[in-house]
């Protein structure tokens, strides 16, 4: 009996995959197979023939059939995620069942050397068995078609279809966009000794406050305006950007799509990047121990810290970097492990809020592969089911907003810093993720000390004993903004939208602070930006929906400002953006300038 094709099911991401289809039509063109191949019914052998399309990379299969095929599959619409210089081929007496592996179950592999393949077939299997049955290959292993028009509507027996559409994924569509961005580069280059602006004594001195300094593509922040995602608003991404199997809020991965191609993907093509990020959300076993091992009342932000640096010892882009790699292609193993990286934050940030807050052992669920991103965050938390889809679409809002906000603010400023060193994204993300606010703490403080009926003049009193104490007034002001924070009306909106969430105190009482510390602030005369910002109104709606651990905040910020920055560090290496090295200057040195000495 001739030996049948297989590719695991999980390596190619969808029943009807777009990636396989596109990879064999684009390149083998019409070639004919010898004889067809065809999915017969079910109990029937599928026969594999020779391709006549060229002979770059001839195998022979172990039950003695030879074929050959271009020896570059989808260049140009599915391009290779790796050059492969070995590809695994064997005879398998079963189709693989282990989920989630590298490597197929059973199969008796050899190697094939020369083969440049895209990461679509990590393995491929060439087995002899007699029979096809279906219910063993709908889960781990699909059988092609290779009659090259029909490819799609036969790829995979028994399981569900994502997309017939000849649409490219993520990594594809970067691929298309990065020419045009470096000619473009190439053009601001041109301009290189022209000015921008100037530097003042008080930039200096204030933090690099104002200095254009940086290349940031993702966002760029208007002080009168707010965040705008390459130009769309909030409230254009909320119209535009594809919404969750359930809710009504866009998913922070089409956001991720937008802020990486400046694209609106399709339901599809995001449907594909959820599949991919819940594929490889688990986490090292050694990650998993440590988490595990660290006292339960270590701040959640130094273990988020830990772990994700430790999963360096995954890194692509390291391993390739000390091999020796062009630097024109830095930018494709930094893509791989900054997908990688988001697919396990969320994992990492609920072990976190397991072992410290839950007393440890499992999550409460396990991924699932046929959700998105937020919701199996969600899940993980204990906040899985239908029952809870109004939590879920709460996340998805959260972690789309937080996502990007500039590249000066510090979370973002230090991941591109790190990285500017070609330190790999887990050790660059690392170093961003120790910034950011607890605002809930002083809510929860102002309400214990307020009457129960509290009016409008007893939260002005308590604001002004805050600001005569010398202390600031948490979740307002902005360091760029001039006008109330849009994130901050995006979650309001949210909010008023939901009974069950206005007319929750603590909720309460951050929407009458947001109409009266505004006021206080202006008349107190020491801030430029008097208005509440997105800080003053997230850690409320989590306390609402019952987690009332103020310091686990920062972790789910820290899920989500892995958008933005892991974005930028995908093009500051396809760029090749240089080292971040300002000179420094002494306070004498300083003066001497400011005088004209």
């Known amino acids: 009996m001739p030996p049948i094709l297989a590719i695991r099911h999980d390596a190619v991401q969808a029943a009807d995959s777009l990636p396989v289809r596109r990879a064999f039509e684009a390149d083998v063109g019409a070639a004919r197979a010898t004889p067809a191949w065809r999915v017969p019914r079910p109990g029937l052998p599928l026969p594999v023939g020779k391709l006549r399309s060229g002979a770059h990379w001839p195998i022979t299969a172990l039950g003695g059939t030879r074929w050959s095929g271009p020896g570059r599959l989808s260049s140009a619409v599915s391009p290779p995620r790796q050059r492969w210089g070995r590809w695994d081929a064997g005879a ?3 189709v693989p069942l282990a989920r989630g592996g590298r490597t197929p179950l059973g199969c008796n592999t050899t190697t094939i050397s020369s083969a440049k393949l895209p990461d679509i077939f990590p393995n491929l299997c060439l087995r002899q068995y007699p029979t096809v049955p279906t219910s063993r290959i709908s889960t781990t292993a699909m059988a092609l078609n290779l009659r090259t028009t029909r490819l799609a509507r036969a790829a995979l027996l028994g ?6 559409s000849a649409e490219p994924d993520l990594k594809a569509t970067l691929k298309e966009v990065i020419p045009a961005k470096r000619e473009l580069l190439k053009k601001v280059k041109a301009h290189g000794s022209k000015a921008i602006g100037e530097v003042k004594v008080e930039n200096t001195l204030g933090g690099m406050r104002g200095l254009k300094a940086m290349v940031w593509e993702g966002s760029v922040l208007d002080a009168n305006e707010g965040i705008r995602f390459h130009g769309k608003t909030i409230k254009d991404c909320q119209k535009v950007l594809p919404k969750g199997k359930t809710g009504t809020e866009m998913l922070p991965e089409a956001m991720f799509w ?3 191609t400046g694209q609106v993907p399709s339901t599809n093509q ?3 990047l959820s599949r991919e990020l819940a594929e490889k959300a688990q986490l090292p076993a050694f990650v998993n121990k440590m988490l595990d091992d660290f006292p339960t009342d270590l701040h959640p932000m130094t273990q988020f810290a830990i772990a994700v640096s430790a ?6 882009f390291a391993k390739a970097y000390e091999k020796g790699l062009n630097k024109a292609d830095y930018w494709e193993p930094t893509f791989d492990d900054c ?12 072990k976190i809020y397991q072992n410290s807050y839950r007393g440890g052992g499992a999550l409460p669920a396990e991924v699932d592969l046929e959700q998105d991103w937020s919701y199996n965050f969600a899940a993980m938390l204990g906040k899985g089911g239908k029952e809870n889809e109004n939590f879920q679409d709460l996340l998805r809002l959260y972690l789309a907003l937080h996502g990007d906000h500039e590249g000066g603010n510090v979370s973002a400023h230090a991941t591109h810093l790190v990285g500017s060193a070609l330190s790999d994204p887990f050790l660059s993300y690392s170093a961003g993720l120790l910034a950011a606010q607890e605002v809930l703490r002083w809510i929860l403080q102002m309400k214990e000390n307020i009457p129960a009926n509290y009016t409008e003049q007893d939260v002005n009193d308590y604001l002004w004993s805050t600001l005569n104490s010398g202390r600031v007034v948490p979740g307002y002001g902005h360091a760029v903004l001039r006008k109330p924070d849009p994130r901050f009306e995006a979650l309001m909106d949210y909010a008023a939208a939901r009974p069950e969430i206005a007319k929750d105190p603590v909720f309460q009482l951050v929407e009458k602070n947001s109409r009266i510390a505004p006021e206080v602030l202006k008349k107190h005369g020491k801030t430029k930006n008097p208005y509440p910002n997105v800080d003053s109104s997230s850690g409320v709606l989590f306390h609402h929906y019952g987690f009332h651990e103020t310091l686990y905040y920062t972790a789910t910020f820290g899920v989500s400002r892995g958008l933005g920055p892991l974005a930028q560090l995908i093009w500051d290496r396809a760029l090749g953006l240089p080292i971040e090295r300002p000179k420094s200057i002494n306070l004498e040195g300083l003066l001497k300038q400011a005088e004209g000495q």
């Open 339 to 350: 997908i990688s990286l988001l697919a396990k934050l969320p994992t990492i940030a609920a």
């Open 159 to 164: 399981a569900r279809p994502y997309s017939s």
């Open 92 to 94: 398998c007496p079963a």
């Open 311 to 316: 999963l360096n010892y995954e890194s692509k």
């Open 258 to 260: 937008l802020l990486l």
């Open 270 to 272: 995001v449907r594909v």
